[in-house]
């Protein structure tokens, strides 16, 4: 291939509010997943597996997490002498008037940094976010989308039975010559029809994405890119392109969960990273995870850097996780740093980093809905002298008051 | 760019004494404790203590070495100053330039250590299991005024025999060295780390060989001709966890001992981290049969079995109801259905047939890289 024939656009401008509080501090971009990655881990290695040397993050708001993460790119071995991570925000984008802009919609964002994909020299765009988990092979794509000749090629999975928190995707139809005929939402009611989502993954020329640009700029356009490309695949040539791994759409704190919930069976695992596709992360140099004699783990994922000694089933631990003897996690994702005091017991929770469980508190949610946990919290079991009765005190900054995912209270 | 003071890892020992794990890698690269190398510990404490040069001297079998180090970003160590540089043996017109000792070595590589202009030349074995703070030493070379400093341990008296033993007068002043004394008059040996003037070293060194009498060794030639010199020389005694495993067994238990949480170590001491190069792996999987007791396990591995007080490296897999007690298991390796082993030592992709047996005894099995064990005879087929 030849240096640089495709740069990469991750637009990281998802709505995250449905993720909340997991979500209150950092892009949907940034959220941990299975025990070690981020979700940016799957499109930037994606990228760079396929030979892409050049990708701008654009996002709407702060890249600290992002950048903190990725930094130079080394880990994917973006730190060469070609091209390299850009990033982009609205908020530096235009100083002066960023408030205005954020409302407008990323569009202008994607204009006022167009250059990049200029200077890139690259003929082609591929366009991904992160909410979208899966492991594609974009030269797969490169080479359908040379092969059909059209315009655009989007990316799609067939799903044959689609659940309530899918109908805020896009679906589409596809005709017999393979060209992407319409896109509707999603809805419940045509589930019975096998449904063709759009992963939201686009390749097309680089002075095509830049024409559509420049064009809903000049015709002073609020609105997203996504909404523009949505527009485009119906009124240009777009040839669909079927990815059939693993997908999953993480728009709620249910399918975050599940996703990670899914790493538990082999064949997902096998799917998402175990595949040639191999996923990269920011390497943090961890000691060994230890198992004390009294740890009982069970169907469980952990990474490097824990002390378990305690009892974990059915659970997704992440880093430097420490398990205290007798206590229990059950059918939970324990962030990075987090603690869980002796005798304290977990059912479908999601802790987020650094928390702390003091000894003896129980925490128990629901399949359909964890208990979720902010990061940096303190959770403890204080016996209320009056009433005798434990209370749940969450020393955290903030409380959302959107989200229903506060502590729930067992005696 | 003038480093105040440069390392130079000598890492060129065969280790014979680790038979099946020394035959195709050098000693520095045989894994250790789950996620690290030997030498990871070495090129750690570099890190940690600030200095930014380091040359690493290799000879015997380089390859798995010089792979594992590369340009040394996984220890921080790929700075504009120096970072880290692989020094060979090489042809020269002098003729061939093999390292006959440890100050052999150095000699032959001085215009590497001349072209960064050190004053101050810190010399170390690839060889050792320890966490050190070459900056305190460094601290005492110069508030001693020394022109050579020789870090020393105490040992038990009855192993002292074993050591390069160091007698020093109440000022830490060395003043009389011995190889391998059969009756010691102290118990400090030597750790084979030094601290060198260059300017000093150099100009020893480069006449010694310059009149055919030649200075290999650090401890059998350099140190005794520093003392009869009237040098000052002094011993800075470490006092923490150091390890030198040479053979087996010594290995294998520096290892067991290494899985406790409350090691000596301190491993999880994230002021001061032991760096390795951590391939690409997902967390480790543990199913619903699997029993892990008393153990370390690292990122890739699949678990089905049952491990009891053993080190599971990257990317091993344990078939179900097999089980693995006291060993160390290397990276890759796959163990099938119903294996027994037990004190033993499996080298890195290593492959354990179903019901295959490797039980150790007073002796540790060592199963070597690449090793098939167990599977069907030609008869049995």
Redesign the interface.
């Known amino acids: 291939m030849r240096k640089n024939k495709i740069c990469g656009i991750l637009n990281l401008t998802e709505h995250r509010q449905a993720l909340y509080p997991l979500t209150l501090s950092r892009p949907i971009a940034s959220l941990p997943f299975?025990?070690?990655y981020r979700l940016i881990d799957f499109p930037m290695s994606d990228l760079t597996t396929a030979g892409v040397e050049t990708i701008g993050v654009f996002l709407n708001d702060s890249l600290r997490s992002i950048y903190d993460h990725v930094r130079s790119g080394?880990e994917w071995g973006m730190d060469s002498i070609h091209g390299g991570l850009f990033f982009f925000s609205s908020i530096t984008s235009d100083p002066g008037n960023g408030q205005r802009r954020l409302m407008d919609g990323d569009i202008y964002n994607y204009f006022k940094n167009m250059e990049f994909i200029e200077k890139s020299g690259a003929e082609y765009a591929v366009v991904m976010g992160t909410k979208m988990l899966c492991n594609i092979d974009v030269q797969a794509v490169l080479r359908n989308h040379i092969e059909q000749g059209a315009d655009i090629t989007v990316v799609y999975k067939t799903m044959d039975q689609l659940t309530e928190s899918d109908q805020e995707m896009s679906c589409m139809t596809i005709g017999e010559d393979g060209l992407v005929q319409g896109l509707r939402s999603c809805t419940l009611r045509h589930s019975e029809d096998k449904a063709l989502i759009n992963m939201e993954i686009y390749l097309l020329k680089s002075t095509l994405l830049m024409k559509m640009i420049r064009n809903v700029v000049a015709e002073n356009e609020h609105c997203n890119l996504n909404d523009v490309l949505h527009q485009a695949i119906v009124n240009l040539p777009t040839n669909g392109f079927e990815y059939t791994g693993y997908l999953k759409n993480i728009n709620s704190v249910k399918n975050y969960y599940d996703a990670n919930m899914d790493m538990?069976q082999?064949a997902n695992?096998t799917a998402l990273?175990?595949g040639s596709q191999?996923?990269?992360?920011k390497?943090?140099?961890e000691?060994?995870?230890?198992?004390?004699?009294t740890?009982?783990?069970?169907?469980?994922?952990?990474?490097?850097?824990c002390?378990i000694k305690g009892e974990v089933n059915h659970s997704?631990?992440f880093r430097n996780v420490t398990v205290e003897k007798n206590a229990t996690v059950d059918s939970s994702l324990v962030m990075q740093g987090s603690y869980v005091g002796s005798g304290a017991e977990l059912h479908y929770v999601i802790l987020d980093k650094q928390v702390r469980i003091e000894a003896n508190t129980k925490l128990i949610g629901t399949k359909d809905k964890p208990i979720v946990i902010e990061k940096n919290s303190v959770i403890s079991r204080i016996l209320e002298e009056n009433t005798g009765l434990p209370i749940v005190e969450d020393t955290s900054d903030r409380i959302d008051e959107k989200t229903d995912y506060h502590p729930t209270l067992f005696p | 760019m003038n480093d105040e003071v440069i390392a130079m890892i000598l890492a060129g020992g065969q280790g014979s004494r680790l038979g099946k794990l020394t035959r195709t890698i050098a000693k520095p690269a045989v894994p250790f404790g789950g996620k690290y190398r030997i030498i990871d510990f070495s090129l750690s404490n570099c890190s940690n203590s600030g200095i930014k040069t380091v040359g690493v001297v290799t000879q015997y079998q380089p390859l798995e070495l010089n792979s594992h180090i590369g340009n040394g970003s996984h220890w921080g160590l790929d700075n504009k100053e120096g970072g880290v540089t692989i020094l060979q043996p090489h042809s020269s017109l002098d003729g061939e330039k093999w390292f006959e000792g440890t100050a052999h070595a150095i000699y032959q590589n001085i215009s590497y250590i001349d072209s960064h202009h050190p004053t101050y030349l810190l010399i170390l074995s690839g060889d050792h299991i320890y966490k050190m703070d070459y900056e305190h030493m460094l601290d005492f070379h110069k508030r001693k005024k020394a022109t050579a400093t020789v870090a020393v341990i105490r040992v038990p008296f009855e192993e002292a025999s074993r050591f390069g033993i160091m007698n020093t007068d109440n000022t830490d002043r060395i003043i009389d060295f011995e190889e391998k004394p059969s009756e010691p008059k102290s118990n400090l040996a030597s750790m084979g780390i030094y601290i060198f003037n260059w300017e000093v070293l150099r100009r020893y060194l480069t006449e010694s060989h310059a009149t055919g009498q030649n200075m290999d060794d650090f401890g059998k030639n350099v140190i005794p001709s520093f003392l009869a010199n009237g040098e000052n020389v002094f011993a800075y005694a470490f006092d923490g966890y150091w390890k030198d495993v040479g053979t087996i067994r010594s290995l294998w238990e520096a290892n067991m001992a290494f899985i406790d949480p409350n090691h000596e170590l301190n491993i999880r001491d994230r002021s001061w981290r032991i760096y390795s190069k951590n391939p690409v792996a997902p967390p480790h999987y543990l199913t619903g049969a699997a029993k892990v007791r008393e153990s370390l396990v690292v990122d890739g591995c699949y678990v089905a079995g049952e491990v009891e007080h053993s080190i599971i490296s990257q990317n091993v897999k344990i078939g179900a109801n097999s089980k693995v007690k006291d060993s160390i298991i290397m990276s890759n390796t796959v163990i099938g259905k119903n294996v027994t082993i037990e004190h033993a030592i499996v080298g890195e992709h290593a492959v354990f047939a179903d019901n295959a047996q490797v039980i150790g005894d007073q002796e540790i099995e060592v199963v070597g890289y690449n090793e098939v064990v167990g599977g069907l005879t030609d008869e049995e087929e």
Do not use: F, Q, W
Request: with cysteine; charged share 25%; aromatic share 6%.
């Open positions: 299975c025990s070690r080394k538990l082999e695992m990273l175990k191999p996923i990269h992360t390497v943090k140099n000691a060994p995870t230890y198992y004390s004699d740890s009982d783990v069970r169907d469980s994922l952990v990474a490097n850097g002390v997704v631990i």
